[in-house]
């Protein structure tokens, strides 16, 4: 008996996917609960298991294909049953000439202008050949202008690629964020020497046991800034014409993956301590490479760090995760000069952008977060106070 397996209801109100890649190949015998087929949503890659024992039938979908939920995409054979048999292909009965309709004195015509009567298609009552479908078969085609031809290029210097998939999705994210909020970037320079010398001391003390990084202190900072800016912790309900002020603290951190930029969320991080969120960093950014994350954790963010930092560059203006109101980016800390109590000393520094909604956040309100984190990155013993 031939199980046809279908598309699975994926949850989260994803109803379509792409087939990313099939595990098995046809005729292969595979087990129950075996991976058969990635299948890659607008939040994650799922690996789907088959239902059955047997041996695969057919594979419906080509790698690449978008499929929807319910759609037939194998067909696994149980085993011990016979193979399916197709039905001879019916033969089509060959069709009979049809005489060509047209008067003795059009089929004249036509004889005198050298047009096959035959070939032509008829404009007059019930399909008959008019004197005027002969004297048009003798028009010339109008000659079309002679373009000029494109400079020909050597098919190894360009590469097409597909849109589609985790890239497709991130286009389209990006480009409805732009064209639904209203973005305006604000940039400050903040100095980590402090911040450098604390973590600096932690991780001796914790060596073997943990190591905390520059972005939990940044979440942590992140949190106790949004706590007196709430307006940067909001979305905007467009439907209903509404401000969203979230009183949870769901923080998304976007990671650099093979498949393009991925916004995992940490969840409650007004809860956690520092080196909690430090763990818990390292074990979803790891996942979230792997392709592993689940969908659960990839919702519900309510504010996104972005951290190019370990790449380099100066700084950049990072886009609002969508429908988020604001997004900061953490860029590479430097060695620079400064003026300290009137004397330029060497300092660790780095610039922060800070990405606002300005249909609902003024460049006022939003400097004034940026002051307030860079209060708690510049001095961490108010951000130590502020713990939870």
């Known amino acids: ?14 109803t379509s996917g792409e087939i990313k890649k099939w595990l098995v190949a046809r005729n292969e015998k595979v087990e129950e609960d075996q991976g058969i087929v990635e299948v890659e949503t607008d939040k994650a890659v799922v690996e789907l298991p088959s239902p059955i024992g047997g041996v695969i039938e057919d594979l419906r979908a080509a790698e690449g294909a978008k499929v929807n939920v319910g759609d037939v ?3 696994i054979r149980e085993e011990g049953a016979p193979e399916a048999v197709k039905p001879p292909e019916a033969v089509k009965p060959a069709e009979a000439g049809v005489p060509v309709l047209a008067t003795p004195s059009t089929r004249m015509l036509a004889k005198q202008l050298g047009v096959d009567i035959n070939a032509l298609k008829g404009t007059g ?4 050949i008019t004197d005027e479908d002969v004297r048009k078969a003798t028009e010339k085609p109008a000659v079309p202008p002679i373009q000029a031809a494109p400079p020909k290029v050597p098919a190894a210097a360009e590469e097409r690629l597909p849109l589609r998939g985790t890239r497709k999705t991130i286009a389209e994210h990006l480009m409805a964020s732009l064209s639904r909020t209203a973005h305006v970037t604000l940039i400050d320079d903040v100095d980590l020497t402090e911040l450098a010398a604390l973590r600096d001391r932690v991780n001796r003390k914790l060596a073997g046991t943990a190591k905390v990084s520059y972005l939990a202190f940044m979440v942590k900072a992140v949190v106790a800034a949004l706590k007196s800016h ?8 467009d439907e209903k ?4 002020i979230k009183k949870y603290y769901n923080i998304g951190i976007a990671v650099d993956t093979d498949r393009g930029l991925i916004v995992p969320v940490l969840k409650d991080a007004d ?3 520092i080196i909690e969120i430090s763990r818990e960093l390292v074990h979803i950014i790891e996942l979230t490479r792997e392709g592993k994350i689940g969908l659960e954790q990839l919702k519900g963010g309510t504010f996104t760090i972005a951290n190019i930092g370990s790449i380099g560059g100066l700084f950049s203006t990072p886009i609002i995760n969508y429908p988020e109101s604001a997004i900061i980016e953490m860029q590479q800390i430097r060695d620079s000069p400064r003026i300290v109590n009137g004397t330029v000393a060497i300092r660790k520094a780095m610039y922060l952008p800070l990405t606002v909604d300005h249909r609902i956040i003024d460049g006022a309100e939003g400097q004034r977060f940026l002051n307030d984190l860079k209060r708690y990155l ?6 130590l106070v502020n713990m939870v």
């Open 1 to 14: 008996m031939a199980y046809l397996f279908k598309l699975p209801d994926l949850g989260e109100g994803i």
């Open 73 to 75: 995409i194998a067909v």
């Open 125 to 128: 009552p019930g399909g008959r």
């Open 230 to 237: 709430p307006i940067l912790n909001a979305s905007v309900d």
């Open 241 to 244: 014409g509404e401000i969203v």
């Open 271 to 273: 809860k956690k301590s």
């Open 378 to 383: 510049e001095d961490p013993d108010l951000l």
